[in-house]
């Protein structure tokens, strides 16, 4: 049985919701859940490598996060607009969320950054609402003949989610970034690999571990409640992800070694998840390069993860409903009530939890 969203409910205490990274981040704690006999433990990740096994390979997904936030004024009137770029539909053209909405008619145009604070290099953009999309995002089209990437860093901000409730800071640019962040098109950190330190994956690939690298471009809607009665009508948004012959090849030859695939997040799983093929010798995964809806509920069989590095997720979000799919819900919402029991720190800049 699926179940309903208020099954993947908790309590948690609002204090217990990290407002600041650990200040290193291999410090963070870590919660083991093993699925085999429900047992937990309670370590520190800088231990993650007393769980892996030589020839184990790590799965990390390589996307990074732009300043996406964008503060800007409406042409001629001079009224604050806040845009969080969602994905780029076009060159020059992108899909946002805009607040406020109701004064974001297709034809308004706005100026993002100047010689403020917020742009302190005086740079400026000008954008045009050329579409007003279904989903209520709007499409802007932004006049510069440069990609809007390069002048991101200039005149945008972290997009912090919403329940770190300060303003982005300048070490949020370099912490709510992984340390091997590559590709840019997220607008939320893959955050289960926040924890990593070039020493803690220098000291994995020491002991034999594997690394197979992937994109999944996160977007917004990785924060986004379910709020459907019945969890098969819920549309979660499509994200792009590509799945390069070289990491497909690492799975599969960790697969026919009889090692295990350990999926650093969520969006490694969606992915690897939503490029698994049935051939000739059993399951695995192909290269690929496309977009993913996929949506893991219980009951899902995992055909691609035998083991899940992750933090701690939101209340009945699409992402605990995973987790409860890959550990069992009974056991999850028991090891969260013991993360809170604990005093750990939830949700982006928290702890983590490896269930294998």
């Not at 390589?62 to 539909?89: D, Q, Y």
């Amino acid at each position: 049985m699926r179940g309903r969203p208020e099954d993947y409910d908790y309590e948690l205490p609002r204090e217990l919701i990290a407002q600041y990274p650990s200040p290193r981040r291999s410090d963070a704690r870590l919660l083991v859940v093993r699925r085999s006999d429900g047992t937990i433990e309670h370590r520190h990740f800088f231990d993650i490598g007393e769980y892996l096994d030589p020839g184990d390979v790590l799965v990390i997904n390589e996307t990074k996060v732009i300043a996406a936030r964008l503060v800007g004024r409406r042409l001629p009137t001079g009224g604050t607009v806040e845009v969080l770029l969602v994905v780029e539909s076009r060159p020059g053209v992108w899909d946002a969320l805009v607040r406020p909405g109701r004064k974001m008619a297709v034809g308004t145009r706005v100026v993002f950054g100047d010689a403020s604070a917020s742009a302190p290099s005086g740079k400026s953009v000008v954008a045009e609402v050329v579409e007003r999309l279904p989903s209520g995002l709007r499409r802007l089209r932004f006049e510069t003949t440069v990609p809007l990437l390069t002048l991101l860093d200039e005149i945008g901000a972290v997009p912090l989610p919403p329940y770190i409730r300060r303003p982005p800071e300048e070490d949020d640019r370099q912490r709510y970034q992984t340390v091997y962040a590559r590709v840019p098109g997220a607008v939320a950190a893959p955050t289960a690999g926040l924890h990593f330190t070039e020493t803690v994956l220098s000291g994995l690939a020491s002991q034999g571990v594997d690394v197979a690298k992937i994109v999944l471009h996160v977007g917004p809607g990785t924060f986004r409640p379910v709020r459907c009665d019945d969890l098969a009508e819920h549309k979660i948004e499509p994200e792009y992800y590509e799945i390069g012959d070289e990491a497909a090849a690492a799975l599969e030859r960790t697969r026919e070694n009889g090692k295990r695939i350990v999926a650093v997040g969520t969006t490694v799983v969606r992915a690897l998840e939503s490029a698994v093929r049935a051939g000739e010798r059993g399951w695995s995964v192909r290269a690929h390069a496309g977009w993913t809806d996929l949506f893991i509920y219980p009951p899902y069989r995992f055909r691609a993860v035998d083991a899940l590095l992750t933090n701690f997720h939101l209340p009945r979000t699409t992402l605990l409903m995973l987790v409860a799919a890959f550990a069992g819900r009974d056991l999850v919402l028991r090891a969260y009530a013991e993360a809170v029991r604990l005093r750990y720190r939830f949700y982006s800049y928290g702890d983590a939890m490896l269930v294998s």
